[in-house]
Each structure stands twice: as structure tokens, then as C-alpha cells.
């Protein structure tokens, strides 16, 4: 379980995350969305170390991470995955060395050790016969696929995720988000994912914080979301006409009744 | 930027290889262009040398004492590394810098790994022990260049350049030279390794960035040559 407690965050004089608390919840898809410079990056930013908040604490299992040493962070960091936006895959070596570095780096293993557990993982990341090729010669997809199969490797009890769909096709976007929700249930992993995808909030998000300028707006499930009431909510996920007919549809698979019934009794 | 690079490796053999790495980078990796002008640079002084020593009373060993000590004193360290300068150091700076922007560094933070100490630590210690090693080669083919035209150009026998080459020879002049370019190195690593890592933004700064490294690089290392000429000399 990850606890986040008023945490705040400027650029110069620039607020950009302001007292923000929630609990990511252990063995869960927990989503951060909101619109772009809502803060949501940089809230993911501050719960993996990459900023530290001006203010607040990121406790991971009682731990609060901005409280120790460098080797106690190392520890907690070892126990992290992190999946980012243009999959940060490293150039210069091949799809079997990016995936086998953490275990290179961490693990005392065999050569033939770590290459059966590397291609265990990029197994189970649908990704076979790619072992030899370079980033550059993968599609976008695959390398979400292979900075995944990287987040991974070591059995993290922790991943994170930054817009794992850009960029991606809505097939393709489909595909990671599944792998996403199925790793975290599979490896009792606590998973945040920092989206706009829809698609991903109505399918994998068990717990939802919607952030809004750099404030905690809204928070619930992907059950909840559908009834809420929240203006600005409403507004950004569901836009378009089609989106509120998808809601609309949900509604009905979730109650059984017409949209308009519920309308009439709203829920809490 | 230092204080961060001396702390314990995670993996001492995954510091090792990349140490190797980057002394092949550095050091097999500018071989060529250091051979070419080091051999170039010798020639050249070797005719302007005889060109300009036009007193018949001046013996011709003459010149390949004034190669010898050009090419030792200044030529080898002080060209030689500003053209490594330019090689090797856009080389480290926009490495890093794609590395910054791609969020690659970010990567290998979040994994628990000390970036600084993983990637710039054993690009500097590579550089301040491939480099004067390369400075060696240059000033060693720098001469050989110096007799090559000489004899090629007539203006001297082999054996001339050679005798030459031994009068007044002072192994001071060496360790000078080798001096600078430990003082050298570190700045052709160093200077590109600070602008590389604290890049911010995409494509355009890390080129920028690039040329600002080898820039500062090159006013630097015009000072230290200076400065160490100054005090050692």
C-alpha cells in the first residue's frame, strides 16, 4: 500500500500539486487521470522519488520514503517498476540486455539463470523472438511491451505506470492495459497508472483519483465513476456524445435500469 | 555533480564493464583521428621548420629537435586533446543529454541505481587514463610524422633527424606534457558529462548542449595550458 499525505509540490512560485492526499491500494490497478498540467505526472514523479515534494509524505508499507537514508530508499526503489511514457528503453543494447540489466545489476544469479527469467518475462509479455533486436527497430507497442517485461523482472511489489497508451493504437492500447491489470493480480503487484485513456479507466482502474490543477478532485472506482456527480468529472471523462452513451450503457449493465430511472434516484 | 559520483557500486562487474566500455569508446574509439593529425602535425612542422631555418650555419639536427619539443611541449597534449575535445566530448554530452530526455537516467534511478556515479564516474576515470595513453601515441607519431617528410621532402637524412632527435633530449618536457593532459582529460570528460546530465528539454538543447560543452571545453582547456605552462615551465 502506497499513502500519499498532503503532499505539495511548486515549480518557482508555480503550485503545482497542492495538499494532496490518497491511498493506492495494495494488489490494485489504482489510476491517476486528469486533463494534461493537472499534475498527475508529477504527482507520480513525487511518489517514485524522481521530485521531492515541498511539503507532505509518501509512505510505502509504514515507510516514509522522504524520511530515509540514501540505502533505505535504494532498498524501496529495488522494489519498484516503473513503466514510462516513451518507454525510456536503453539505446544502445538489444531487447534481451535492457530487459536482463536489473538482473545484471542486482542479482548474483547465473548468466543462464537471468536469461530463463528474462525470457520468462518477456514471455509473459507476449513478446517472443525479439530478443536480439534493437529499441529502434521495435514498434511502439513492443517497447511498452519490453519496458514492461524490464518493470517486472525483478518482482517488484510496486509499478508504476506513465500513460502506458500513448502513442498507441486503440488495439495495441487494449492489449498493454490487460497485461497491466492481469501482472497485478498475478503478482499481487500495487499498480498506478497515470492515464487519459478511457478505455483504461472503465477496464482496469479499482481505484480512481481524478486530479484537477493540481488538486485531488474526485476519487472512487471504476463502479462508482459512472454515478458521479462531480461537474468537472463528468466534463472530462465523458466529453463526447459517444462517451456518454458508453456511460450510459454501463449504467444500465451495472443496475439494470435506464439511465433516465436512475436519474430520477441518484446514487450516492 | 562530484560529490555524488564517489559512493559504493551496486554491481562492481556492471561498473567494471561499463568502465571497459568507455575506455574502448574513448580510447580505441579516437585512435584514428588522433593518428591522422598527430602524423599530420609532425609533417607539417618538420617543413615549416626547415623553411623558416635558413642560416646555413645552423646544423639540420636542428629541426628535429624543435619537431620534437613542439610536438611534446604543445602539439601532442594541447591540439591532440582539442580535438578529443570535440570528439569525445559532444560524444559523452549528447550520450547523456538523449539519456536525460528519453528519461533513460530516470529509469535507472527509479531501479536504485546512482546515476552519477554509474554513468559519468567511469567516463571521466576512463578518459584521465585513455587519454594520456593517446597522447603518448600522438606525440610518439607526431616525430615519426616530423621524419617521414623530412626525408620525403629532402630536407634531411633519416639518420640527421635521428642524431637530432637526442640532442638536448630532456625527459622533463615528457612528464609535462603528460601533467596537462591528466588535466586535460578530466576537463574533456568532466565539462560535456555536467552539461549532458543537467540537460532539460528535447532534441534541439541536447545539441545545444553538445556545442556549449565542447566550447567551454576548448576556452578551458586554452587556460589550463596557461596556467600549467605558467607554473611547471
Known amino acids: 500500500m502506497i499513502e500519499l499525505k498532503n503532499i505539495q509540490k511548486s515549480f518557482g512560485d508555480k503550485p503545482v500539486i497542492k495538499d494532496v492526499s490518497a491511498t493506492m491500494q495494495a494488489g490494485q490497478c489504482n489510476l491517476i487521470i486528469g486533463s494534461s498540467g493537472s499534475g498527475k505526472t508529477v504527482l507520480m514523479k513525487c511518489m517514485v522519488g524522481l521530485f521531492e515534494p515541498d511539503g507532505g509524505q509518501v509512505i510505502y508499507d509504514g515507510k516514509d520514503f522522504f524520511s530515509l537514508n540514501l540505502d533505505e530508499k535504494k532498498e524501496i526503489r529495488k522494489e519498484i517498476g516503473m513503466l514510462f511514457q516513451g518507454s525510456a528503453l536503453f539505446d544502445s543494447q538489444t531487447v534481451q540486455q535492457n530487459v536482463m540489466f536489473p538482473l545484471d545489476m542486482f ?4 548468466h543462464a539463470t537471468k536469461l530463463k527469467r528474462a525470457n520468462e518475462v518477456l514471455d509473459r509479455v507476449n513478446l517472443k523472438d525479439a530478443n536480439k533486436k534493437f529499441p529502434a527497430e521495435l514498434s511502439g507497442g513492443m517497447k511498452k511491451r519490453v519496458a514492461l517485461a524490464r518493470a517486472i523482472v525483478l518482482n517488484p511489489k510496486y509499478l508504476f505506470c506513465d500513460e502506458p497508451n500513448s502513442g498507441l493504437d486503440p488495439l495495441t492500447s487494449m492489449v498493454i492495459d490487460k497485461l497491466i491489470q492481469e501482472i497485478t493480480k498475478e503478482y499481487n503487484i500495487t ?20 486530479m484537477h490543477q493540481g488538486n485531488k478532485e474526485w476519487e472512487g472506482s471504476n463502479k462508482e465513476i459512472i454515478f458521479s456527480k462531480n461537474e468537472r468529472l463528468n466534463e472530462f471523462i465523458f466529453a463526447s456524445e459517444f462517451l456518454k452513451d458508453a456511460k450510459e450503457m454501463r449504467m444500465l449493465e451495472e443496475t439494470g435500469k435506464l439511465p433516465d430511472e436512475i436519474r430520477e434516484k441518484p446514487a450516492e | 555533480m562530484f560529490r555524488g559520483m564517489f559512493a559504493r557500486p551496486e554491481n562492481g562487474k556492471m561498473y567494471w564493464k561499463e568502465f571497459m566500455h568507455q575506455c574502448n569508446d574513448i580510447g580505441i574509439g579516437s585512435l584514428g583521428i588522433v593518428t591522422i593529425i598527430s602524423v599530420f602535425i609532425g609533417a607539417v612542422s618538420t617543413i615549416q621548420t626547415a623553411y623558416q631555418l635558413v642560416s646555413p650555419l645552423l646544423p639540420k639536427t636542428i629541426i628535429a629537435q624543435i619537431v620534437r619539443d613542439t610536438v611534446i611541449l604543445e602539439f601532442a597534449p594541447t591540439l591532440t586533446c582539442i580535438v578529443l575535445a570535440g570528439v569525445i566530448g559532444s560524444k559523452i554530452a549528447s550520450e547523456l543529454g538523449n539519456m536525460r530526455v528519453s528519461e533513460q537516467i530516470d529509469a535507472l534511478e527509479i531501479m536504485g541505481i546512482n546515476t552519477k556515479a554509474y554513468l559519468i564516474a567511469p567516463k571521466i576515470v576512463a578518459g584521465v587514463l585513455m587519454i594520456p595513453l593517446l597522447i603518448i601515441i600522438s606525440m610518439t607519431l607526431g616525430i615519426w610524422g616530423g621524419r617521414l617528410a623530412g626525408v620525403a621532402a629532402g630536407i634531411l637524412s633519416g639518420e640527421t633527424y635521428d642524431r637530432g632527435l637526442l640532442d638536448g633530449f630532456k ?35 541536447i545539441g545545444r548542449s553538445s556545442t556549449k560543452a565542447v566550447v567551454v571545453s576548448c576556452v578551458l582547456l586554452l587556460i589550463a595550458d596557461y596556467v600549467l605552462s605558467a607554473l611547471l615551465l
Not at chain 1, 499498480?191 to 481524478?210: P, Q
Not at chain 2, 615528457?174 to 558529462?193: D, R
Open chain 1, 107 to 110: 542479482t548474483n544469479d547465473s
Open chain 1, 191 to 210: 499498480t498506478v497508472v497515470n492515464t487519459h485513456d478511457m478505455n483504461s479507466l472503465m477496464e482496469i482502474g479499482d481505484y480512481i483519483l481524478y
Open chain 2, 171 to 205: 625527459a622533463y618536457n615528457v612528464f609535462f606534457a603528460l601533467a596537462k593532459s591528466f588535466v586535460f582529460a578530466f576537463i574533456i570528460c568532466s565539462i560535456p558529462a555536467f552539461y549532458g546530465y543537467y540537460v532539460k528539454g528535447g532534441a534541439l538543447e
